[in-house]
């Protein structure tokens, strides 16, 4: 039980790590694409501005987060060493702050993103933990 908690805790932190760090190195190697449309949904979160959502930066998140939450339910199946409950909780953490940034970012985004990506994170982190039976 305490490796499943282990397993979880990693498989969050590790994902919250690679996906953020992701985000500053896409900002920094593009500031003027990327790094500016992060930076004017910052803003518009913060005032309550205006914001238009860049499709390719939006299908670059889903993709990015389905290859992210495959690594975390991997990494947390490795730690606790089982690959059917710890991916699971993990997915339905994800997917909890996930539904939580629908919340804060609804009137910015698409639904289309909103459903998608939130609906990729319990499939990815499972298929991620079934991955360790192979490795």
Do not use: C
Request: net charge neutral.
């Amino acid at each position: 039980m305490v490796r499943i908690v282990l397993g979880v805790i990693a498989g969050f932190f590790a994902w919250l790590i690679v996906w953020v760090g992701s985000e500053k190195i896409l900002s920094a190697i593009w500031p003027e694409w990327y790094g500016a449309h992060q930076l004017a949904f910052q803003e518009a979160v913060e005032n309550g501005g205006q914001f238009t959502a860049d499709t390719t930066i939006l299908l670059i998140h889903i993709v990015w987060g389905s290859i992210v939450s495959v690594m975390s339910g991997f990494l947390a199946a490795l730690i606790a060493g089982e690959n059917k409950r710890t991916p699971l909780i993990l997915g339905f953490l994800l997917m909890a702050f996930g539904l939580l940034k629908v919340v804060l970012s609804w009137a910015y985004v698409p639904i289309w993103y909103h459903v998608i990506f939130t609906a990729i994170l319990i499939p990815m982190t499972i298929m991620g933990g079934k991955l360790k039976t192979t490795a």
